[in-house]
């Protein structure tokens, strides 16, 4: 298989090449975008990891800035890739709600290299399988059971299949949906093939530590923030009331959803949506797993809730179908305390390195008061 893995750098996409390097033929694209990022914030991970062209991969490499739509067209035309797996974003919603610059920047790299993907697989390899990672914040936080994008609804005596109604609750993950409206408007309109990822967020390391780390309250998930807090001996930031659910998935879970989407290609014209997560649990439930994690490799941790800086409801009905990987022959790994004492071990091991000022929220959803 002739496959092109953009965004190659980051947490899920390094993780995936260290896996699947040889079973390829492989390009890995990356600009270093994220990496601009957290410069520019003064953010720093919380290990070093090696840059894509430092790495002893076996792939081929290239270093292009997606949102150039001539570039994009000579790769994907030179190439001519069986299949696209689609990671290059602007990763972060504290990021993308931090003004109207990097509102702005956040929907021009994520929509505009998604649309740059779209029309060259058009032009140049349509029979192309793109795999995008969008999100499950897509969908924010609806009173009903979240399908698996497609639902039927039967309203005033007349029926249709549509794509579930999403309502985000950041400019981030407003770019999403704008990505997923895309690439399911190319398949309906050109008959492209597309699975697209509705990601959890992702939690769980190496021991090697092959993958970045952010803990910081910009770029880091909650699970690896209260890791990080646990074991620099701060109490764990707990945003509002903690009934925010979230659906997670482990990284090993994560990589394996991406090759068995690989091993899965839609038909012509077909936009596959898979939920891509395990489980689901709410914000205290993980502050307390992880409290207890650390508790049994003697490290006394506390909860303290803070005022939330985001406009969310912070207790609701959550629940999500998952059945399309199951059905591909996902066997998940749950959320369990020799994980979470697998992943305090490693940031232990760089505790020195964890700054506690990176922690603390730096973005306040609401403008007003």
């Not at 290299?113 to 029309?119: A, H, M, S, V």
């Not at 140049?124 to 994008?149: L, R, W």
């Not at 770029?219 to 997670?248: E, M």
């Not at 232990?348 to 390195?353: E, H, M």
Request: with cysteine.
């Amino acid at each position: 298989m002739k496959l092109i893995v953009l965004g190659a750098d980051g947490y899920i996409g390094s993780e995936f090449m260290y896996r699947n390097d040889i079973h390829h033929d492989i390009i890995v694209v990356d600009n270093y975008y994220k990496r601009t990022l957290l410069g520019e914030e003064k953010i720093t991970p919380l290990y070093d990891v090696p840059y894509i062209h430092e790495r002893e991969w076996k792939c081929k490499k290239s270093f292009i800035d997606i949102t150039d739509s001539s570039a994009v067209d000579r790769l994907i035309k030179n190439f001519k890739p069986d299949a696209i797996l689609h990671l290059g974003e602007q990763p972060s919603a504290p990021w993308s709600m931090n003004g109207a610059g990097k509102a702005t920047r956040t929907i021009d790299n994520n929509l505009n290299g998604t649309l740059n993907i779209i029309f060259s697989v058009l032009a140049h390899a349509p029979d192309a399988h793109i795999i995008k990672i969008g999100s499950m914040g897509e969908y924010g936080t609806p009173n009903v059971i979240i399908p698996e994008g497609w639902f039927d609804l039967d309203y005033r005596g007349r029926q249709d299949r549509l794509l579930f109604p999403k309502n985000p609750h950041s400019i981030y993950h407003l770019s999403k949906v704008f990505e997923s409206d895309a690439l399911a408007f190319a398949c309906k309109t050109w008959g492209l093939k597309v699975t697209d990822l509705n990601q959890g967020f992702v939690y769980g390391t190496t021991s090697e530590a092959r993958s970045r780390y952010c803990y910081d309250a910009m770029f880091g998930t909650s699970i690896n923030r209260f890791i990080a807090q646990a074991v620099a001996g701060i109490p764990l930031t707990v945003y509002g009331k903690g009934g925010q659910t979230r659906g997670l998935i482990h990284i090993s879970d994560s990589i394996k959803c991406l090759e068995l989407a690989l091993q899965n290609t839609p038909t012509a014209g077909q936009f596959v949506v898979a939920n891509q997560l395990t489980e689901w649990k709410t914000i205290n439930d993980i502050a307390a797993m992880v409290v207890g994690a650390a508790e049994q490799m003697a490290i006394t941790a506390t909860i303290e809730p803070i005022d939330n800086p985001r406009t969310e409801q912070e207790e609701h009905f959550y629940q999500a179908d998952h059945s399309v990987m199951q059905d591909y022959g996902l066997r998940a790994i749950p959320i369990n305390h020799a994980l979470l004492m697998e992943q305090i071990d490693l940031v232990r091991f760089y505790k020195d390195n964890i700054k506690k000022e990176l922690i603390f929220p730096m973005v306040k959803w609401s403008k007003r008061g």
